[in-house]
């Protein structure tokens, strides 16, 4: 599977797919379009390890439903990132049998330096 989970009006997540130069088979998510499903998460869950991987801290909602001071679980991390598309920490890109999530610089370079030795 080649897929990037992302937002549209995210101007990061629109330069990081820029920037890495995906082959035409890759298929898109607009995760505020179409929610992710209880499917797809438990899916890129596997890959990742845990929901809390998947789980974005830097969500307004995050502080202002004042989660930033709760011990939240695995169930949490799920729930709240089916909830609202905003707790999917972004991009989350998926090639074949790797997953990279985030946009940090060191996380967008392997993804590009994978997903071309593996094209």
Known sequence: MKKIFYLKTCNTCVRIIKALDLPNTTAFQDIKEESITVKQLETLKQQAGSF????????????????????????????????????????????????????????????????????
């Open 52 to 119: 809390e991987a998947l789980f974005s801290r830097r969500a307004k909602l995050y502080k202002d439903m004042g989660l930033k001071d709760q011990n939240l679980s695995e169930a949490d991390y799920k729930h709240y990132i089916l909830e609202h598309y905003t707790f999917l920490k972004r991009p989350v890109i998926v090639f074949n049998d790797r997953i990279f999530i985030g946009n940090s610089s060191k996380t967008v370079d392997a993804a590009k330096t994978f997903i071309h030795s593996h094209e």
